[in-house]
């Protein structure tokens, strides 16, 4: 089955940049997908498409991808980034398929 | 202002079926570009896809609980439904239902735009 892998946590302090790695284990890769979940709220879009940003979200997010490995990236991290990131992706048959998360701190 | 809302029981017995349904406000389900999807999150944990249905009827399934799943979709009242049979303290989640976008042209699914608040579902007797 189709996995995607997150490092389980990252920590940065306030201004410096914050860079969350999602690995698909199979090619060829979909778009993958970044969504933003804090404590007792429903999961926000944040990039979708594998770069694309929605309206409304801070250009201070950012999605990348080479090869197998996507990274969102949050340049000049705010206290209020502080969250859970996940990514989801999914293969041609319709299955959809949430990385593990990541736990973003900001110290 | 498209809204999702999930109403059901918050708690079930265990080897019972949980039954949810999602009430779409502020746009038709009945569209081409959206299929219509159900995510759970068990306390503490991340986030697990369950399936997903389109306005016609298609689906797709979580593999791994495609044997106790069923989703419906009826137009008629704007709202798509998940059946979970015989569950265990392990289904005890938050389940939220959601919209993923669907490029039709390229039969492939997209972003999950809009989610609903969430509901938790305590299987326990």
């Known amino acids: 089955s189709y996995e995607l892998t997150q490092p389980p946590s990252v920590s940065v302090s306030p201004g410096q940049t914050a860079r969350i790695t999602c690995s698909a284990d199979?090619?060829?890769?979909?778009?993958t997908y970044w969504y933003q979940q804090k404590p007792g709220q429903a999961p926000l879009l944040v990039i979708y498409k594998d770069t694309e940003r929605p309206s409304g979200i801070p250009e201070r997010f950012s999605g990348s991808s080479s090869g197998t490995i996507v990274t969102l990236t949050i340049s000049g991290v705010q206290a209020e980034d502080e969250a859970d990131y996940y990514c989801h992706s999914g293969d041609s048959g319709g299955t959809v398929v949430f990385g593990g998360g990541t736990k973003l701190t900001v110290l | 202002q498209l809204q999702l809302q999930e109403s059901g029981p918050g708690l079930v017995k265990p080897s019972e079926t949980l039954s949810l349904t999602c009430t779409v406000s502020g746009a038709s389900i009945n569209s081409r570009d959206y299929f219509w999807g159900w995510v759970r999150q068990p306390p503490g944990k991340g986030l697990e896809w369950i399936g997903s249905i389109w306005f016609s009827g298609n689906t797709y399934y979580n593999p791994s609980l495609e044997s106790r799943i069923t989703i419906s979709v009826d137009t008629s009242k704007n709202q798509f439904s998940l059946s979970l049979t015989s569950v265990t303290a392990t289904d005890t989640a938050v389940y939220y239902c959601?919209?993923?976008?669907?490029?039709?042209?390229?039969?492939?699914?997209?972003?999950?735009?809009?989610w609903g608040q969430g509901t938790l579902v305590t299987v326990s007797s």
């Open positions: 199979a090619l060829p890769k979909q778009y």
């Open positions: 959601a919209r993923l976008e669907y490029d039709f042209n390229n039969y492939r699914m997209d972003a999950f735009d809009i």
